[in-house]
């Protein structure tokens, strides 16, 4: 009789496929552009430093509107929709993640996590809204003759201070990328290490 010996788990799992990784790509890429135009509509030295500014408008609007074409296209993956059904399912252990993340408790324990974190899903959750916002105050603040002035002003306001609410917040997503290497090579590969998604994500069964 022999035995049966079970093999060794590999040691890197599968996280994401071409589509979510070509879909974060592209939208950070389109919002990096419309930040960096951004700084140059409205930060002085940096308007002085690379002129043209009516070239560098165009390119904020069309960077703007085209912002949310990588999701739309997207959508057209199973596995991406899959991952934005996850993204947007809340539950207990999210509040859980939330409540330690609110106390400062790193403990593996007080932090459970399925594929994503709930404080990925809340920055995902903000991002989008405030995009969505960002687009909706830009067309006003583009299309001119279509409003009223109160309008435009309105959207203006909203559109100013949205923006560098998105840019501080950007920064921190930004910083917590930098600080986790192994979640920065699942955007990049595909795959993590096992390893990283038992102790991050306790709760994915990938």
Not at 98 to 113: E, G, N, Q, V
Not at 116 to 125: C, E, I, L, S, T
Not at 187 to 206: D, I, K, M, Q
Request: aromatic fraction near 10%.
């Amino acid at each position: 009789m022999s035995l049966r010996v079970d093999a060794p788990s590999p040691t890197r799992v599968r996280r994401f496929g071409r589509t979510q990784k070509w879909v974060h790509r592209a939208t950070a890429a389109l919002m990096g552009v419309c930040v960096v135009t951004a700084a140059c509509l409205y930060v002085p030295q940096f308007a002085e430093l690379v002129g043209r500014r009516e070239l560098v408008v165009r390119v904020h609007e069309w960077a703007g509107l085209a912002l949310p074409l990588p999701v739309l296209l997207g959508l057209a993956s199973r596995a991406f929709r899959t991952d934005l059904g996850f993204l947007n399912r809340f539950g207990p252990h999210d509040r859980v993640w939330l409540r330690a993340a609110l106390h400062r408790d790193k403990r593996r324990a007080a932090r459970p996590a399925g594929k994503f974190n709930a404080g990925q899903k809340v920055y995902a959750a903000w991002i989008a809204g405030a995009s969505l916002v960002m687009l909706g105050t830009g067309l006003l603040m583009w299309f001119t003759h279509l409003t009223p002035i109160q309008w435009r002003t309105s959207a203006t306001f909203v559109h100013d201070w949205l923006a560098l609410t998105i840019g501080i917040v950007l920064g921190g997503h930004i910083g917590m990328a930098l600080g986790d290497p192994e979640a920065r090579r699942g955007l990049r590969t595909g795959s993590v290490s096992r390893e990283w998604a038992e102790r991050e994500h306790p709760l994915w069964r990938p």
